[in-house]
C-alpha cells in the first residue's frame, strides 16, 4: 500500500518525528491537533478558543489533503479534566455538523501541557 506523508508549511513543525497526517487511497489520518497557532504559539484563553484552534489546525491539514472537515468519519478527543467536556462540546459541534465517530478521553497530561489534544480520520 502507498502512502503521502503531509507536513502542512501553513501549520508549525511538528515537535517530534511524526507527520500531521498519513494519506491513502482510502483515508487520510490525521495526527493529533494541539491549540497551537502556525507559529507554534499555544491559545490561551477558554477551552472553547483552544478546541477551535484544534480543530481549524485539522481543517488546514485536510484541506491540503484533498479532503475536509466534512469527510471525517472518526475523531478522538483528548482533555486533562473532564469538567471542560461540556465546553468543549460547545465548540467541537459548531465544526462536526455531521456527528462522525468519537471517542473523548481525559488524560493526565498532553504535550506543551494543553488542556486538549484532537486527532481524526477522513475519507479522501
Not at 25 to 47: E, M, R
Not at 57 to 68: Q, R, W
Request: with cysteine; net charge negative.
Amino acid at each position: 500500500m502507498s502512502f503521502e506523508a503531509i507536513t502542512s508549511k501553513a501549520l508549525s513543525a511538528p515537535a517530534a518525528p511524526y507527520s500531521h497526517a498519513i494519506k491513502t487511497a482510502s483515508a487520510i489520518y490525521c495526527s493529533g491537533q494541539i491549540p497551537a497557532d502556525k507559529d507554534g504559539n499555544l491559545v490561551t484563553g477558554t477551552i472553547q478558543e483552544k478546541t477551535a484552534q484544534c480543530c481549524e489546525n485539522l481543517k488546514t491539514v485536510l484541506e491540503e489533503a484533498g479532503s475536509g472537515i466534512d469527510k471525517v468519519v472518526k475523531v478522538n478527543v483528548f482533555i486533562t479534566d473532564m469538567a471542560n467536556f461540556a465546553s468543549m462540546n460547545e465548540e467541537y459541534a459548531k465544526w462536526f455538523t455531521h456527528k462522525p465517530a468519537r471517542s473523548c478521553v481525559a488524560v493526565k497530561q498532553l504535550p506543551k501541557n494543553v488542556d486538549v489534544e484532537i486527532e481524526c480520520i477522513a475519507l479522501p
